[in-house]
């Protein structure tokens, strides 16, 4: 039987001594963001170092929102990321041709499943994320409204923490979880407690 238990993304990563604390804790993947808008803005020479820092086996994950085609592939370069995540309104072929170079983690809101969530259901190197209305607010979905829509092997993000992220697994059984603001001492430091805390939430059955 398969194991049930989700993989783990600690986004919003930008230091080599953050991206060491996530992994040692027990981070299955570390999110970069490069959107100029972000307060966790990180260059890519940062996110590179941070990647290099952990070892092939923890997933780097570029973080895009409303940038060019070129931009976006140069900067995942650069960055040496494994993954990218892309956020906006987006055209098919905006995606397609960025899943030529990277997998992809296409995150759309709750209303968007309806116009583009069957679109990337079967897609080869393209995977769903599902994620709140202002990513990086700190604010949960519905879990229990989105019980019957919620995408099979979809990823799941938006207001995630160390006290609701196991309900939120038993609710949606999400493929992974993804969290920010909540594993966090200030914007773009992260609280080792907090991220050993949630780690533990996912990974230890509860009695």
Known sequence: MPDP???IKVCGTTSVHDAVLSAQAGADALGFIFAP????LVSPGVARAAGLSVGPAVARVGVFLDQGLDEVLRTAEAARVSAAQLHGPLS???VRAVADFYPVLRVLRPADLDTEGKLWQDVAGVTLMLDAPQPGGGLPLD????RETF???AWLAGGLGPWNVAEAIRVLRPAAVDAVSHLESRPG????AKVAAFVAAI???SI
């Open 5 to 7: 238990t989700p993989r």
């Open 37 to 40: 808008i972000s307060k966790r």
């Open 92 to 94: 098919e072929a905006f």
């Open 143 to 146: 879990w229990e409204e989105l």
């Open 151 to 153: 995408p099979p092997g």
């Open 189 to 192: 430091v992260k609280d080792s």
């Open 203 to 205: 990974r230890t059955p």
